[in-house]
């Protein structure tokens, strides 16, 4: 409980400090635009040759842009500027600070900063949701939406997961950032249905770097494609992969030589 308090405490110092630097806002709001306006010329260059990609349509393709949007929007205000902050520390042998706090470590590293303004992607993802549910004349159902929520939140947590371990290799690596970079390009394979992918890309995508398949899921229970084997098998990855992450983190502390060494 304590651990949770000082976490919380944590979030309300981080949207603070976010609000000292309002203009990030503007700047944010353009550069989610201009990657909006990026994405949506090329659904519609690829729906201008064809009527379906992977036997998706253009409304599904839309939904599938809007659950991007929002993982992308709560990488970059939870999940990234936290790992980030962590390799530098560990590299710099300043992550003492965090650990002597009275409570669990990878909670503490895990919540530190917050970029509040990164949560107009977020919105601008629902916004899109709306419209392609619109387009697609949605009949909402408590399965649909529990099954989009329940894969939305185990997409969120196998990304954290991913980051962590790639982070954690920190405490044997020194050219860390190299390989945090390549995540990017890795992402932006998710703005397509792991559907229209070979099976060996496929594959990768699911279990060697699961960002495709963390956003696949969520969309395939809004377009009624999730099957419960599905559901099970991400249900399945995401805690063998929380489970992994939180391990090498273990192991790495055991590793780590910090400032007080």
């Known amino acids: 409980m304590q651990g949770f308090k000082l976490a919380f405490n944590y979030l309300r110092i981080g949207i603070l400090n976010e609000f ?16 909006l306006g990026t994405g949506l010329i090329g659904l519609s260059l690829v729906f201008s040759q064809t009527k379906s990609l ?4 253009e409304p599904e393709l839309l ?13 970059r205000s939870a999940i990234q500027p936290n790992m980030e902050r962590l390799m530098e520390e560990i590299q710099e ?9 009275p409570a669990d470590a990878q909670l503490l590293v895990s919540v530190r900063e917050f970029r509040l303004w990164q949560l ?44 962590l371990i790639i982070t ?10 190299e390989i945090a970079n390549l995540f990017e390009g890795l992402y932006a394979a998710g703005r397509w249905p792991l559907d229209i992918y070979p099976n060996w890309l496929k594959y990768g995508l699911t279990f060697l770097v699961p960002v495709a398949f963390a956003i696949s899921v969520p ?8 099957t419960l084997q599905t559901w099970l098998g991400a249900l399945a990855l995401t805690t063998f992969l929380f489970i992994l992450s939180r391990t090498i983190w273990k192991i790495g502390l055991k590793n780590y030589s910090g400032a007080s060494a």
């Open 168 to 177: 954690s290799t920190a405490f044997w690596f020194i050219r860390v950032h």
């Open 54 to 57: 992977g036997g998706w349509s």
């Open 93 to 101: 042998g300043t992550l003492d600070y965090a650990l002597t706090k």
């Open 219 to 226: 969309s395939e229970a809004l377009t009624g494609r999730l």
């Open 63 to 75: 939904a599938v842009m809007g659950v991007f949007v929002i993982t992308g929007g709560i990488i």
């Open 120 to 163: 107009v992607d977020v919105v601008t993802g629902l916004i899109i949701l709306v419209i392609a549910l619109n387009q697609m004349n949605w009949s909402i159902s408590i399965w649909s939406v529990l099954g989009f929520l329940s894969a939305l939140f185990m997409g969120a947590v196998m990304i954290y997961s991913f980051w």
């Open 20 to 35: 000292q630097y309002r203009a990030n806002l503007y700047i944010q709001i353009l550069q989610t635009f201009i990657a």
